[in-house]
């Protein structure tokens, strides 16, 4: 075992996070994964500034400047969806395809049965999720370019052009979207890459990665509001509120007292004992999923309904179109309305999802443990169940309130840029990422007799 630096950040006039990652730069091994993680991030930031072909910059500014939806998504794409690049669905169609596994897994008994065949089926249902990610990127590429083609961009014409399915624009379009798909598996394998030779969650850390990048256009925003400095003091305070409750939510857990009992043999003779522990139930065990979920459906409706919007009609189908329009959008109180109603029920039904595949009641009388005061099997699973449905109302309700904070803000401060300065979403997502991180360098350096950071 690596023998080192057993001083705290007290002791060496550094803090504690700094003198850890001092301590794991150390390390030689820690220090190829540091740096493989950063290199591997480096060169996802350059293909995210590889344009696809066909592309008219003029309309694909005006469309971002005139539709927050597109900044909505540039902000997670990285700028990569401004630039049009080959990494403009970042990796959401594989986490898409990923969430399909999913419940596909609670419902279909013999992925259920495959999944609990240890590495083996994991690594199968793994190949599943690839093999679903490539029809998945093309159905979310062929939105995008419809889309952009549709004329947002104003005045300036198309974002997009040559893209269809009449004679002469297949191949180009064929073109495009391969590339895009490419450039999602590209970097999947990038964000696996990460996981087994780097630190942290690959597929986390490129999503991480993305919305860092964004931070100074941010701070520029920022400082363009200097002379309103009421409202951005406010703002500023409300984004550190939002990072205190992030972390709190995600850190909160129930513990359940869990023994064990077992059998030791000494002197000839067999004698029990029993050890005690815990099952820590998390507050928000669904992350950020339900807020992906919802976004991503109140995104439809709109966009599907932009074309058969027609002004000069009173007939009901333009008519209703023009409702959806008008109401499923950031601008609008009832989009936020419904994002709230959303999140909420996602956040119960992922939660189930995810509490059902754990099989903890299960693993618990296998592994011959037990919750004092509760029978095996069945009864313990009702009672985890109980206790894991009245702690995530907590966790909806937080949730909830952080997809709904840039609207609450817009009209706390009235900055119409309020959306793309302080997106709680992402905010959400860095927070999540970054302690996830640390833990694993925590864990890193524990295993080498260095003192951690996380107390």
């Given amino acids: 075992m690596v023998q080192g630096a057993q001083a705290s950040g ?60 597109l900044g909505f998504f540039d902000l997670f794409s990285g700028g990569a969806l401004r630039n049009l690049s080959i990494a403009a669905l970042g990796v959401y169609p ?37 093999y679903l990610t ?16 549709s004329g947002i961009g104003g005045t300036h014409g198309s974002a997009i052009q040559g893209v269809g399915l009449g004679a002469g624009q297949i191949i180009p379009t064929l073109a495009i979207l391969i590339s895009f798909t490419a450039g999602t598996m590209f970097l999947v394998w990038l964000g696996e890459l990460i996981t087994e030779k780097g630190i942290g969650n690959g597929l986390s850390l490129i999503i991480f990665g993305g919305i860092v990048s964004t931070l100074p256009s941010v701070v520029g925003q920022g400082w363009l509001l200097r002379d309103q400095s009421f409202e951005l003091f406010t703002l500023v305070a409300l984004g550190l509120t939002i990072v205190y409750l992030i972390v709190y939510f995600n850190e909160a857990q129930r513990r359940i007292p869990v023994q064990y009992g077992r059998s030791v043999f000494r002197g000839g003779r067999m004698y029990k004992q029993a050890g005690a522990t815990h099952v ?28 058969f919007v027609d002004p000069a009609s009173t007939a009901f189908v ?5 409702f959806l329009v008008n109401n499923f959008n950031p601008a ?34 296998k592994n011959g443990g037990f919750i004092p005061g509760i029978r095996p099997g069945r009864p313990t699973n009702d009672y985890l169940m109980r206790v894991m449905l009245r702690i995530t109302w907590g966790g909806a309700l937080f949730l909830g309130f952080i997809a709904v904070v840039p609207w609450f803000t817009g009209l706390v401060t009235d900055l119409p840029s309020t959306t793309s300065i302080l997106s709680s979403t992402s905010l959400l997502i860095m927070v999540g990422v970054a302690l996830d991180t640390m833990r694993q360098l925590e864990s890193q350096l524990l295993m080498r007799n260095y003192e951690g950071f996380l107390r």
């Fill in 10 to 69: 007290t002791e060496t006039g550094r803090p504690a996070l700094l003198q850890a990652v001092f301590d794991a730069m150390r390390v030689p091994d820690l220090r190829f994964r540091i740096l493989f993680t950063l290199s591997m991030l480096v060169i996802y930031r350059f293909a995210a500034n590889v344009p696809v072909p066909g592309v008219n910059r003029d309309a694909l500014a005006a469309a971002f400047d005139n539709n927050a939806l």
């Fill in 94 to 130: 594989y986490i898409t395809s990923s969430i399909i596994m999913q419940i596909m897994t609670t419902v279909i008994p013999s992925l259920k049965e495959l999944s609990q065949e240890g590495e083996f089926g994991r690594q199968k249902i793994n190949q599943y999720t690839h």
């Fill in 134 to 149: 490539v029809p998945i990127a093309f159905l979310q590429g062929w939105g995008q370019l419809t889309f952009l083609q």
């Fill in 280 to 307: 820590p139930l998390r507050v928000n065990s669904a992350g950020m999923i339900p807020l992906i979920f919802a976004f991503s459906l109140l995104i439809l409706p709109p966009t599907i309904a932009s074309y």
């Fill in 318 to 322: 333009p008519r209703a179109a023009a």
């Fill in 332 to 365: 609008s109180g009832f989009y936020w309305l419904f994002v709230f109603f959303l999140v909420f029920i996602f956040t119960f039904g992922y939660t189930l999802v995810v509490f059902n595949q754990q099989n903890l009641a299960e693993n618990l009388q």
